[in-house]
Every structure is written in C-alpha cells, then in structure tokens.
Nanobody, 129 residues
Framework: QVQLVESGGGLVQAGDSLRLSCAAS????????MAWFRQAPGKEREFVAV????????NYSDFVKGRFTISGDNARNTVSLQMNSLKPEDTAIYYC??????????????????????WGQGTQVTVSS
C-alpha cells in the first residue's frame, strides 16, 4: 500500500502560480504511475495530469495543458504539480493518486478515478477573480 500526502494549496488571485507537492511512502516502485485529480464543489472528481515514474512521460487534460506541469522526483518519492496562469475555475480540492505501471499514459482508464488504488487527503486551491 502507498500512502500519499499533498501540500502546497492555498488562496491566490487569478493569473498567479502555485506549486502542489505529493509525498509518497510505503510500497513505492519506480514503475508506478502518479496522477493529480481535482474536485470542485458539487462536481465529480476529474483528471488533471499523470506521470510515469519509470520514464517521466506525462499526459494532461485539455483544460490545463500549457498551464500546468507535472513532475516527479524518484529519489525523494515526490510528485509535484506546477500551476501557472491560474483561473477561478481551477478552484477545487486537488488530490494525488497512485496506480500500477508502467503502461501507456494515453490509456483512457488512467483518467478514471476507479483506476487508482491509493489517494491522498487532498489540498484546497482557491483562485479569486
């Protein structure tokens, strides 16, 4: 089992940047896949970005492509999400998640919450207009 703890959320203004971190512990393997999801009030949890720790390949949802960057540090067992040009619609609780790998990040299943067996508690990101 993998334990995940997110940090770095906060209140920012539109156009600002924020960096989220996810610290992993437990049964961690470099072949694993790590992802960020988010959930806004009254909405379902949605896919944001994913990274393969074995080769650092990444994939993003269309609404964050070009603004957000996911990265991993195998030595420190951390995954980060750099968020630039934040918009009010980015306001949500952001969750880190982990699943088995390696496999192609283009698999539609990797955008589905049910594919991930380990989740963090989430960190709140609020973007004011």
């Amino acid at each position: 089992q993998v334990q995940l703890v997110e940090s770095g959320g906060g209140l920012v203004q539109a156009g600002d940047s924020l960096r989220l971190s996810c610290a992993a512990s437990g049964r961690i393997f470099s072949s694993r896949i790590m992802a960020w999801f988010r959930q806004a009030p009254g909405k379902e949890r949605e896919f944001v970005a994913v990274i393969s720790l074995s080769d650092s390949n990444t994939n993003y949802s269309d609404f964050v492509k070009g603004r957000f960057t996911i990265s991993g540090d195998n030595a420190r067992n951390t995954v980060s999400l750099q968020m630039n040009s934040l918009k009010p619609e980015d306001t949500a609780i952001y969750y880190c998640a982990s699943t088995w790998g390696p496999r192609p990040l283009t698999q539609p299943a990797l955008r589905d919450v049910t594919e991930y067996g380990s989740w963090g508690q989430g960190t709140q990101v609020t973007v004011s207009s």
